[in-house]
Structure formats: C-alpha cells, structure tokens
C-alpha cells in the first residue's frame, strides 16, 4: 500500500467531463550559461599530465647502452633485465643485427644514477646455467630466464658500448685480494675458476686467459684472496698442480696430487723456495712464470754456468734437453742441446752435446771447513785440466731401464786415452768414453763375430755321431746288465751264501769260550814259561859263558 493520490480517469476531463483528454502543461526552464574558457580545462590538465610524466622520464632515466653479442639466445627485449649484485639496473630496450648479420647488437636502458657504472673497462656477459671448473652457476635463470651481468670497471674514461663476454667471469669487485698474472707454454687442464693452492689450501682462482700478443704462449689472470695474497713475493713460484704426477727412482715409485678438484678441474700451486731471502708482497698484477711442474720451479736458480761441449760417436737416443749432468751422484748441470756434425777425416757421424755446468751446485756439496777450490777463472782452468789429467772422460748411461732415458755422468777413466783442454776454443771440449751399453753392445759383436767362425755344422755331425755311439753303448750296457741280472744274479746269490755260513763257522771258531781259543791260550802260556826259561839260560851263560865247556858249576856250602 501506498499513499500515492489516485490519478484521474483517463475518461475524465479537467472540468470532471467525462469523456474528455487530459494534455500536460509543458513548464519552461531558464538556461545555464558556462563561461567559454572551461571548455579547454579537461585538455589542459590532461597536457599537464602528459609533460609531468615525459619530464619524470626524462629526469628518471639512465644512460643508454650498447652492447654487441654473438647471438641474442635468452635475451628477449622488453624483458630481459641487466643486473649488478643481482640488483636491477636498466632493461633491454631492443634486439637488431649488424649490418653484417654476424652479431646482435642489444640497447638497453640503465637507471637513473648508473653513469658511473659504464667506464672503459666494465664488462657485461649473459647469465645462463653453466657447468665449469669453478662449480655450478645460473641455475637461477632455469625459472626467471637470462639476463644481463655486470661488472663495473675500475678506468676513469666513460663509454657507452661494449662488446659482451662469452663466458662470464669471476666478479672480484669489493673482494679482498690481489690480481696476478701468469705466463705459460699452454693452458693444459686450467679454466676459468681453477683454484689456486696455497700448501693444499685453496687460496684463489683463476679468473681470465689470452693469448700473449706475440702468440707463443699464454696470459693467465688469477685471483689470490686475502690473506694468502701476502704470501706471493717477487721470489715466488707457480707451477701447474693438474692432474697425476707419477716419477720412478731408486727410492721407487712416487704419485703427488694437489688434490681431487685439481685432478679434474685442474689447479695451480704457488710457494716460496726456503733458501731464497723473505722480502716483501709483490705489486698488483705483477708477471710470473708459469712452470710445468712442482721439480721444474723449485729447482735452484743458478747464476754461475759453464757451457762445455761433448762429441759422443754413439747413438744419443734417449739424451733429450735437460736431461741431467751427473758427477758420482752429483747433479752439476744439465743438457742444453743436441746436433749432429759430420768427420770427414773419419767419414762417420757425431753427435755434439753442449751442456751446462753449474759449479755452485757442486760447491753447495762441500762439507763445513774442508778445502775448496778458488773460484777465479784461472784456478777453474788449472783444476779441470788436473781432473782431466787424471781421466776425467764424459759417459751416456742409462737413468731409466724402463723408459730407456738416458744421462750424461762425469767420472774418472784412468786407462783412457790421454788428452788435454783447448782453451782457445769456446765452448770447451770436453773427451768422452764409450757408454757402458755401448761396451756391452761392442762385447757381443765380438763374441758374435768369433760365434760366427765356430764350425757348428762339422760340430752338430760329430755330436750326431757321438750320440749315436752313445746310443749303442747304453743299448749293450743294457744288455749286459740283463744278463748280469739272469745268469751271474744267481750264482753269486749262492757265493754269498756259503760266504754268509764260512763266516760264522769262523766266528764261532774265534769266539772267547771256543775250545780251540782255550787251547791256543794253553799254548800260549807254555811258551810264554819257556821264554821265561831261555830268558834265564841266556843271563846264566852271558855271566858264565865257560859253562858251556865246563859245565854248570857245583854250588859250595
């Protein structure tokens, strides 16, 4: 229910006729009028909308970049971010190719603020997973996708493109530590993010490599973390720790590892040598030399070197560069080279050594308070003419059964040849000896040769024949011991048996309670009183000797 009044009958006119139409009375407003200029209000505050957000923009936005890739995989413009501590600082605006269709060229757009972020030496690579020597990295990017690393350089000049990094590097920005760089033959094993060793502990790693700019070797740039990086002084030694280092020697066999992550990923060791003097750090990227081996760069640097040359007429297969100069167990040098000269007065070959000779090695040898040789030339000169005089010779032996290797030794060989130094010829020559293998190769040729004039054939008949002979004296021997056994067996089975009963009959005969025993010691008692009897007869007549015509005389009363 309502309390709306109830309308007139549509029937019903305005004077209450029924019948009649009821027309509404239109009613007349008066009309608003607006002043012109609101008009263009709703378009003036829509321009300055427009210029406060271009001005923001402008005000707001970064430095643009460029930067060229090999190729654009990951990247995707509009997405892509660039990052600095995984921080995001600009987006990729736009992805083209070169004029030469051989590289990507990707702008991007940095933050306001990031101009000091682009300096000479800034590097940008793309973030990807990456399996490397130095672990597992960008598995983040599995779920977010690429993006764009930075590294900001340390140079005072600003720049505005770049060229992006293929691998991406170790970022050392804010760590404690020092850069070094090493010079090596070749990279071997070694990558980016190989660890670096400090008495098995690792101290760094291997952050970059380039070739050198002559192309004979290569730049490797490490990483040495604090506070190992004290540690490497000018006197310091690298040397490769990749892999397995096995040796033989008389001790036996040795296997040295720096560890398990080397042996894959490889590794590098650095050490100073204990008899060098401790000075102090070494400088920011200061050079080192890159040795191949732990013997290799901690051997003694010698300032003293002697060069001598030796002619060897055998063969020198085996005898390589650096193989050692030996004195009675002494390492005093090594080899530096090998040729090959022809005699023409003896129309053969031969082989010249020339070798280095490191006196102090041998003066290090001297017991504390014995006599030493004086180190002027002069004194050199007369004691290796003394030692030469008395059969100092150089020998090739063999430092390895197995792998054949071979070395030079320095001995004495008193019934050599006699000779002497030029000294007028440099380098010295030095006479040498026959190697012991070469002796014992010479000893067989000459049995050889003497095995050769042996008549083996006339000797191989007569043996022929010998054996035959020999062959029918055993078949008669066998014969004859046949016939031993069948017809003489027998008969001299019986022999021994009457010999067997003969002996004892006589044995029973001999035996001490046998009759005849008994009357053989009867006998032998009467002959004994008899002798007994002719003894006292014989003193009787040596005192009486004329009884024998007078007779007994009669005794008085």
Known sequence: MTDDPIPPDANTTETGAPGASVIPEAVVASRWHAAPWLVWLIPLIAA????????????????????????????????????????????????????????????????????????????????????????????????????????????????????????????????????????????????????????????????????????????????????????????????????????????????KTESLAAIIAGGITFQTPLELPIVSAANENAPFTLFSDRDSAMKHADN????????????????????????????????????????????????PVEVDIYPERLRAHYRVGADRAEHDDNAYRAVLDKLVEHGLRAQLKSGNLLTGMLYVALDFFPDAPQTRLNWNKQPIVLATVPGTLEELQTTLLHISRRLDKVPLDDIGADLHKAIKTLDMTLHNTD????????????????????????LAVAERT?????????DLRDALREISRAAGSLRTLTDYLDRHP?????????EQP
């Open 546 to 554: 004329e009884s024998l015509i007078r007779g007994k005389a009669e």
């Open 48 to 255: 300055a909308a427009g210029g406060w957000i271009l001005a923001h923009s402008i005000l707001t936005r970064g430095p643009t970049v460029t930067i060229t890739f090999k190729n654009a995989e990951g990247l995707e413009a509009g997405k892509t971010k660039i990052k600095y501590k995984e921080v995001d600082i600009g987006d990729v605006k736009s992805i083209v190719l070169s004029k030469d269709r051989s590289q990507v060229i990707v702008t991007a757009q940095l933050a306001k603020g990031s101009d000091g972020f682009l300096r000479e030496d800034t590097r940008f690579w793309v973030v990807r997973p990456r399996i490397g020597a130095g672990g597992i990295s960008g598995l983040g990017t599995l779920l977010s996708g690429s993006y764009i690393g930075l590294d900001v350089g340390k140079s005072e000049e600003e720049r505005d493109d770049f060229v992006g990094l293929d691998v991406a590097p170790f970022v050392l920005s804010g760590l404690p530590g020092r850069r070094f760089v090493l010079h090596a033959d070749h990279m071997g094993s070694l990558d980016v993010g190989s660890s670096i060793y400090f008495r098995h502990i690792e101290a760094g790693q291997v952050v970059a490599y380039e070739l050198d700019k002559q192309g004979k070797g290569v730049l490797i740039h490490i990483f040495v973390n604090a506070p190992y990086d004290q540690y490497v002084t000018n006197n310091t030694r690298f040397w490769n720790a990749s892999g397995v280092e096995v040796s033989l020697d008389a001790a036996g066999v040795k296997v």
């Open 510 to 518: 001999l035996s001490s309670d046998a009759p005849v025993q008994q």
């Open 304 to 351: 003293e070197v002697r060069k001598m040359l030796l002619y060897f007429k055998e063969s020198v297969r085996g005898l390589a560069p650096g193989a050692p100069l030996d004195f009675r167990g002494i390492v005093i040098g090594e080899v530096r080279s090998i040729s090959l000269e022809y005699d023409k007065q003896e129309k053969i070959f031969l082989f």
């Open 479 to 502: 014969q004859l011991v046949k016939r031993l056994d069948s017809d003489i067996a027998p008969e001299a089975r019986d022999t021994l048996e009457q010999a067997r009963k003969t």
